[in-house]
T-cell receptor, first 115, second 110 residues
Framework: DGGITQSPKYLFRKEGQNVTLSCEQN?????MYWYRQDPGQGLRLIYY???????QKGDIAEGYSVSREKKESFPLTVTSAQKNPTAFYLC??????????????FGPGTRLTVL | GQQVMQIPQYQHVQEGEDFTTYCNSS?????IQWYKQRPGGHPVFLIQ?????EVKKQKRLTFQFGEAKKNSSLHITATQTTDVGTYFC??????????FGSGTQLTVLP
């Protein structure tokens, strides 16, 4: 089965600890993305990567870091510098499909709670 | 940067009633996409509109892109309980990232 996997589904951490969220895709997509969603809110872009070994900051990158060493993997680290890390984190990947636009495919998400 | 405003934020309808959500931009958009997120789930792509005045249908769902490419709407005819969820519009910029609207949360009362 092709798709995007995120693990774990639920994650609890103590304040001040760094935590890394996993995102893997076997869709052979070039581009990958991380979003944050707060209750009742839309999706805000944290980081995105259009190609291996390259990534760009999104709208709310402060307190987060990423790496893209493999096409299939785009892990997100939530550092202790992130002021309000408790949120639902969504990973997505995309492929360009005609007219120069991308359709994004989302993973199931990780709910991070910082205690 | 470019943004889209989505209204209403919440909508409660009786099953069988129609529902419409609107997405508005102050600038011309190159495209618009619509996604649905079920409660507790993740966004799922519904459709993409690219052409001015474009109208597309998926069963009871009708999607429109305005003539000026500054607004879009999603209309659901005769809602069902399976339509419950949050509907997002989004547009892609030059660097392939998507900018999402804030979403419309639809509740369908049986």
């Amino acid at each position: 089965d092709g798709g995007i996997t995120q693990s774990p589904k639920y994650l609890f951490r103590k304040e001040g600890q760094n935590v890394t969220l996993s995102c893997e895709q076997n869709l052979n997509h070039d581009a990958m993305y991380w979003y944050r969603q707060d209750p009742g809110q839309g999706l805000r872009l944290i980081y995105y990567s259009q190609i291996v070994n390259d990534f760009q900051k999104g709208d709310i990158a402060e307190g987060y870091s990423v790496s893209r060493e493999k096409k299939e993997s785009f892990p997100l680290t939530v550092t202790s510098a992130q002021k309000n890390p408790t949120a639902f984190y969504l990973c997505a990947s995309s492929i360009r499909e005609g007219a120069g636009t991308d359709t994004q495919y989302f993973g199931p998400g990780t709910r991070l709670t910082v205690l | 940067g470019q943004q889209v405003m989505q209204i209403p934020q919440y909508q409660h309808v009786q099953e069988g009633e129609d529902f419409t959500t609107y997405c508005n931009s102050s600038t011309t958009l190159s495209n618009i996409q619509w996604y649905k997120q079920r409660p507790g789930g993740h966004p799922v792509f519904l459709i993409q509109l690219v052409k001015s005045g474009e109208v597309k249908k998926q069963k009871r769902l009708t999607f429109q892109f305005g003539e000026a490419k500054k607004n879009s709407s999603l209309h659901i005819t005769a809602t069902q309980t399976t339509d419950v969820g949050t509907y997002f519009c989004a547009f892609s910029g030059s660097a392939r990232q998507l900018t999402f609207g804030s979403g419309t949360q639809l509740t369908v009362l049986p």
